[in-house]
């Protein structure tokens, strides 16, 4: 017998409407902001949250000077296309692209992010 349901991502930043707004236009999931907390989610109860954090700063990657703490893989069919989207979103593309069959960018907070083939 499972312990838990769904798992539920939650991710600090400085301004969580952000965030959502970002991650819910991507995944094209509905997104609820409030005042320190905001989400974007599926309609089967998968979530991500996003909560503020006074003095947030964002990791460096690749290095581990201030470490990533996580990163979503996000699988697409077409790197091209999905990389001009989520460049249109917000994201910014990382000038170290280590693989090529994946890409990373990082999110409006500066979180990586990695869009990769399916």
Known sequence: MAIARLPLIVIDCPDPGVLARFYGALL?????VSADRASACAGDG?????????????????????????????IVDDLDAAEAAVIDLGATKHPDQPGTTYRVFLDPAGHPICLCLN
Do not use: A
């Open 46 to 74: 998968r979530c991500i949250s996003f909560h503020r954090v006074d003095g947030y700063t964002p990791p460096v990657w690749p290095t581990q000077e201030r470490p990533q703490q996580m990163h979503l893989d996000v």
């Open 28 to 32: 094209d999931w509905k997104i609820d």
